[in-house]
């Protein structure tokens, strides 16, 4: 009953510095999400994948990139990274059973740049 | 109490009130919306859902709205509790496309014992 398990729950960079962020689902699910969420502003999509082997841009994919190279895994990868990425991220994943697209998410990862 | 939830992020509420969040979509081609709940230190979770040809839908103490006309979707949530404290988003799908989930901003739920 994992669901969905997000890798790290937090991390401090210093800017300019890489990492990943890694998010594993057991449901087989088809779709899954990054998400950044800051105060004010909501959940804001970064990349998305479709199905294994594909990705693609969300509302703010700038300075992220990510990769799917297995069904269950999704991940986010910042190069070069700057204070405006502070940020939780939330990873999600959902199945498509024609409108019904309910999304599971992470806890979260807590990411300051500094 | 009322919140429209684009403009009023915060909604405060005595237990035992019933409590009625709003939320503004902007696409009329959007046909399917969920609302979620986020508890501090948590991801969201999923409260209750409704299609677009449907108006009303019920659930335990949570009752959705849909007003397509203006764009309008309500969540009313029946003698509220402590418990139900939490950040309360509205999401639309939107067909013709690969149905990824687009979330409002989020409306801050504070329930006073």
């Known amino acids: 009953n994992a669901g969905v398990t997000q890798t790290p729950k937090f991390r401090v960079l210093k800017t300019g510095q890489s990492m990943t962020l890694l998010c594993a689902q057991d449901m087989n699910h088809e779709y899954m999400y990054w998400y950044r969420q800051d105060p004010g502003m909501g959940l804001r999509l970064i990349h998305y994948?479709?199905?294994?082997?594909?990705?693609a841009k969300g509302e703010v994919p700038d300075g992220y990139n990510v990769s799917r190279l297995k069904k269950q895994n999704f991940l986010l990868g910042l190069e070069s990274a700057a204070p405006s990425q502070t940020s939780v991220y939330f990873c999600a994943s959902s199945y498509h059973r024609g409108l019904h697209t309910e999304a599971f998410f992470g806890q979260g990862t807590r990411l300051t740049v500094v | 109490g009322e919140s429209v939830g684009l403009h009023l992020p915060t909604l405060s509420v005595q237990e035992g009130d019933n409590s009625i969040i709003n939320c503004a979509y902007s696409n009329s081609a959007s046909d399917y919306f969920i609302w979620y709940k986020q508890e501090s230190g948590k991801g969201p979770q999923f409260i209750i859902d409704i299609r677009s040809n449907m108006d009303k839908r019920q659930g335990q103490r949570v009752t959705v709205l849909l007003n397509k006309t203006v764009k309008h979707l309500s969540l009313q949530i029946a003698a509220t509790q402590p418990g139900d404290s939490a950040v309360y988003f509205c999401?639309?799908?939107?067909?013709?496309?690969?149905?990824?989930?687009?979330f409002g901003r989020g409306t801050s739920l504070i329930v006073h014992p």
């Open positions: 999401a639309e799908n939107t067909s013709g496309g690969s149905y990824i989930p687009t």
């Open positions: 994948s479709v199905g294994e082997g594909t990705t």
